[in-house]
């Protein structure tokens, strides 16, 4: 079955501490997606990349950092720069020239 | 900067009523998505607006765009209590698919 995998569904961390948010796509998208979203608010975009080795920065891109090594995998890491990582984040990809992304199940970052 | 305003933020009606939720925002933009979310998931699309005047319809829900008055409307018709669920809708600032700013969203209840 083709979709946007992101792994883990929880992840807690120390404050201070880098980590890593994985997102992996088999639909052949050429466009990913990063989002936040906060308790009872809507999502913001974090990072977007359109092809592989390049991606633009968001509403809201810092204290966090991305990759596009290949064109299925768009990995977000959450620094310690990053002054409220607690959040539920999100990944998206689209196909170019499709106006709709589609999202994955999520991956909810705690840090205490 | 782009604002994108939902109203109602929370809706509590009966199964069998119909009601309007709005979308309004601030600059110029011709594309504007539609999506749900369950609690503690993630968002799934309903709806891609394309064009001023554009409609769309899928079982109770429908929505419609503006661009003129920058106004989309997401219409429920005799609501069930399966459509209870957060409501986004995401306007679309590069009119390229990229760059999508969420409104605050609308949490729909339907009661039996």
């Known amino acids: 079955d083709g979709g946007i995998t992101q792994s883990p569904k929880y992840l807690f961390r120390k404050e201070g501490q880098n980590v890593t948010l994985s997102c992996e796509q088999n639909?052949?998208?050429?466009?990913m997606y990063w989002y936040r979203q906060d308790p009872g608010q809507g999502l913001r975009l974090i990072y977007y990349s359109q092809i592989v080795n390049d991606f633009q920065k968001g509403d809201i891109a810092e204290g966090y950092s991305v990759s596009r090594e290949k064109k299925e995998s768009f990995p977000l890491t959450v620094t310690s720069a990053q002054k409220n990582p607690t959040a539920f984040y999100l990944c998206a990809s689209r196909r170019t020239g499709l106006n709709e992304q589609y999202f994955g199940p999520g991956t909810r970052l705690t840090v205490t | 900067e782009l604002k994108v305003e939902q109203n109602p933020l929370f809706l509590s009606m009966q199964e069998g009523k119909n009601y309007t939720i709005y979308c309004n925002y601030s600059t110029t933009s011709d594309r504007l998505y539609w999506y749900r979310q369950d609690p503690g998931k993630s968002l799934e699309s309903l709806f891609v607006?394309?064009?001023?005047?554009a409609v769309k319809q899928e079982g109770r829900l429908m929505a419609s765009l503006d661009t003129k008055a920058r106004l989309s409307t997401l219409h429920i018709t005799a609501a069930v209590h399966d459509l209870s669920a957060t409501y986004f809708c995401a306007v679309d600032l590069d009119n390229a698919g990229n760059m999508l700013t969420f409104g605050g969203g609308t949490r729909l209840m339907v009661k039996p």
């Open positions: 639909l052949n998208h050429d466009a």
């Open positions: 607006l394309l064009s001023n005047g």
